[in-house]
């Protein structure tokens, strides 16, 4: 994994699955860097992957997620895990994102992954584009975002 201050993700491709990652050592408080992750409404200002993003991000709830990787595509996903400070899940039959936050001795670290695939993915996996640039674009705008915020409150 990661962790340098420019992140940099890494995608293995399989035959019937493709997963990128992306981590991010993050100098703000947990629970800075998890309401910018939970707060559906506010994620087109901070991060510049995303164009929009509505509904609620709680457990069990749905969002609808447009993207600049695709603009008019609206991504209908459902929240899989909730688990506050800690982890996020959210996806559709096709795969899931998953993001981590783990405190440690040296601070925060971030991880964004997500793995999408299944028995048609073969047919398809020509026309999904890489990730890998609009992670490290996340990964950077979250980290800018939330040390911003933490920065203001000493």
Request: charge should be positive.
């Amino acid at each position: 994994m990661n962790q340098q201050t420019n992140p940099k993700a890494v995608t293995e491709k399989r035959m019937f699955s493709r997963e990128t990652t992306v981590s991010v050592k993050i100098e703000a408080d947990p629970s800075i860097v998890w309401s910018l992750l939970t707060r559906a409404s506010d994620f087109p200002r901070w991060n510049s992957t995303v164009v929009s993003l509505t509904g609620e991000i709680k457990a069990g709830a749905s969002i609808e997620l447009k993207s600049t990787l695709d603009e008019k595509r609206i991504f209908k996903l459902k929240i899989k895990e909730f688990v506050p400070e800690k982890k996020l899940v959210w996806g559709d039959a096709m795969g899931s994102r998953v993001y981590l936050l783990e405190k440690g001795a040296s601070g925060l670290l971030f991880t964004m992954s997500e793995k999408i695939g299944g028995p048609l993915f073969p047919l398809f996996a020509g026309m999904i584009p890489s990730f890998d640039q609009s992670f490290e674009q996340f990964a950077a705008d979250l980290k800018k975002e939330a040390e911003l915020i933490q920065g203001s409150k000493k």
